[in-house]
Structure formats: C-alpha cells, structure tokens
C-alpha cells in the first residue's frame, strides 16, 4: 500500500459519513448539553404558567379556612356558633358587600359622560341614531348627584327619627304617602308636600297629622274618589285579635286646612290582602281590586258591591289598565293573567282575557301608555316586556337583584326610564327602549334586608316646575338625585350633603 492513502481513506470515511469516536464522543455531550438546556427552559417555562395561574385565577375554598387575599394566605373558619367565634362566611360576604358598596360610591361620585365629545360624534356620523338617544340618556342619568333633604315640620322632635318602609307619589308627584317604622312597634303613615322651582331645589315639608297603626302595610295606591288622588288605598295585615282590613283613607286628613271635614272615610273587611290597584277607566268607575290568597275582589268602593274571582294562586301584583276596565295580575306562582270586569256574569273561567307566565313569583306589573305591553318582575330577578298580544317577551332587563323580596317596578316613559330597587340595595336605571343598563345607584347606607331604599321617579318632581329626579328614602334619611349637577340649596329648607 502506498503511503498516503490512509489520507484518502479518513477523506473517503468523513464524505461518507463516518466519525472518530472522539468526534462521537463530542456530538453526544453537546446533545446532552442542549437537552439539558432545553429541560431547565421547560421547567422555567412550566414554572412561569403556574405562577401566572395562580395569579390570575381565584384561590380554591378548602374547608373550614378563608383566603384573605390582601395577606396571601388561608386563615382558619371559626364556627360563629356565640360570641367567641364570630368569624363566618356570611361575615365575610357582608364586608366584602361592604367594601364594593364603598369603592361603588366613589365611582358613582367621579362618574359622568362628555355631552360635548357626543355632539362631536354624531355630527361626524360615527354613533347611529339609536346610540345616540341611549348615550344622551347616559349623560342625563350619570349627571344625577345625591343631596339630602332636610325636611320641615311643625312638631318639636325630628320627623326623620323613625325608619322608611315605604313612599308613594301621587300623579304629580307634589305629595309623596310615606310609611315609616316605630321603633316601638307597628308604623306611622303621613304624606310629604314636596314644591320644586326651575333652579332645581326641592323643599319638603311632613303633615302634622300622622296616623300610627300596630298593623303592618302589605300595599299602597293613590285613589281618585272625588278628584285626581284624593284618597289613599292601604293594605293592612291583621295581627292577634286585629283582623286585617283595606283601608281608604282621604288625602286631606293628613293636612291642616279643613281638618273637620275629610272626606269620605272607609274600611273593607278584606284580610290577608298582598295587593291593590284603583280603577280610573269611567265604566268602572270608584272601583278597586284587592288580591288575596287564591281570590281575587273587586269592590265598589260607593255601594260596597263586591265580585270575587277565585284562582289557584296568591295575587302579589295588581294594576288596571286605563283605556279599558282590564285588571292585570301577577302570581306567586309566575303566571301573569287579565280580568275583563266587562264579563263578570261568566261563571267559568272565560273572564281571563290573557294569560302568560314568568319562572318565579310575580312582585310587579306595570302597563305602558301602549297598553299592548306590560312589563314584569319576578323573584329571581327577571323583568320582561311583554305583548299580551302575542303573551310573548320582547325584552329583558338585566341585572335586578331579587331572591325572596316584593320589590316593585318603576316606570318613567316621559324620560324613558325603567328602575328598580333591587335585594342588594342597588338602585338600577336602564333604558325603556334598548334596555341597555345606565347606572347603578349604590344605597347611601351599608346593605342590609330590612334596609332596601324605597324610590319614585318623576319627570316634575315637585310639581311644574320641577326638575326630573329621583327621590330615595332609606333608613331616616330623604336623598335627592336631580337632573342638573348644579344644585341649589334652597333657602336653607334643602342641605346638600357630601357622599
């Protein structure tokens, strides 16, 4: 063999392929050490995920301990069983309510939407018409600011000692039937005389005829006897040997012009009544309905003649319809049916002119101007508009908070506005038209069942030269939530008070 040619055979080996063993022995070590880089970089990588899932997704409940999330860690759940171990879940719950009712407040105060960059907007055709209207209501519902009224009254002590229940405004929303809790037991009823003036102030001033009663109020409606809401129809609830009763009682008892001559006084025997409604349709004229436990009365309030219609269900929601002598009501048990009072010699169960149904109990019901829709709440929460053409939904409301309570529906079609009160103490204002969600009013007090605010809306509050307004009662305490931002105090009758 020539000498050289071990020269050509390693050429030959390397173009075919073939290694030394210490070029072997190199690759594997730079192929260990890239896999070994390549595990640290997983682990890394796996590391990372779970650091970044534990982050963002919520701590898992173990039992018997809570995550506090501001110190990072479980503490143990005591039992809350007496007083040396009152720490429990419903605890924690309130003061987390607690601290989003406070964070909410701060929001509401520094909300508020640019009218001017809207303007801007639509000249520029970048909203449709649609969005637009929605968008101007935003500005108009979000300029809404929280004042507290002071409220006048001739009588030495403070009239605002005892707690809110109820408010109701008359059509015009100048007088506002108030019921409030005696701390000693049962409740009082007088009316508020609100007068408003362009400027936006508002001042009240309470009746000195206040009634108490130890029966509690199940419902309240205005009534027009003698003249446009000149009486009031309550509910009352029969406690021990007082037997329950409907009561009408005339406005003008509760002020002092004419003290001697109120009006005409009277009380139906009707226990057990959840719900009212007057009848201001001229064939049915001074009529009444009272919904009970499986029955529903209509009653003459003049002759007393009354016309039962039994059913299979508690009647918690009533209110008549004003083009025709048609009462809508709502059950516990969902279903929403009419009562044409146009038929009431029919024996059978004809009468119910429509008749549709909700997945909870009935709290409300209230008919628009278009008499062909009516809207409905119920206890889990759902509020739908119907047709009761067609008994079908065309629209829901989202975002009511309701479990258990009988919390009604307020409707402002003039500044189309849909509220409501919800479980959680949360006032809520959407648009009637989209049903779009336009604010959430938190309560001015920490949440609580027996605690949930008591609203009216009007277009005038106060009378004609009122302003559109929201008027909140919760606890003793009178709020006023105004249109125009610039409010003014007036004449030392209305404070303003800080959030």
Partial sequence: MKKGNWRDRGRDRRRLGYRSDWQRDRTQ?????QSVSLHVQGQYRVRVFIVHVYLVLPSPELPGFYFDAEKNRYFRLLP?????????RGLLQEREQEKHRARMITE??????????????????????NSYSRLIHEVKVSGMRRHRL??????????????????????????VFTVNDVSHGGCKYGIMNFRGC?????SVKMCDNLYFTNRKVNSICWASVTHSDSHVLLCLVGMAETPGCVSLLPASLFSNSNPDQPGM????KISTAWSCAWCLNPQADKTFSTGLSRRVIVTDAVTGRRQTYGISSDVLAQQFALRAPVLFNGCRSGEIFSIDLRQRGRRDHSWKACRFSQDSAITSVRILQDENYLLAADMIGEIKLWDVRVTKPVRKYEGHHNQHAYLPLHVNEAEGLLMAVGQDCYTRLWSLGDGQLLRTIPSPHPAGK????????????????GLPGLLMAVRHDLYYFPYNSDYQEGGGV????AY
Avoid: W, Y
């Fill in 265 to 268: 006084l009277c009380s139906f």
């Fill in 108 to 129: 509401d105060e520094r909300a508020g939407l640019n009218s001017a960059l809207l303007l801007q907007k639509r000249h520029l055709g970048l909203l449709p018409g």
């Fill in 450 to 465: 027996d605690m949930i605010p008591s609203v009216v809306f009007s277009s005038q509050l106060g009378g004609n030269r």
């Fill in 198 to 202: 362009s400027r936006g102030s508002l």
């Fill in 80 to 88: 809350g069983h007496n007083n040396c171990n009152p720490l429990t």
């Fill in 150 to 175: 002071e409220v006048q009254s001739s009588e030495s002590s403070s009239p605002n000692t005892d707690h809110f229940r109820l408010i109701v405004g008359d059509s015009a929303c100048e007088r």
């Fill in 494 to 497: 209305v404070t303003q008070a």
């Fill in 29 to 33: 070590e730079q192929s260990a050490v």
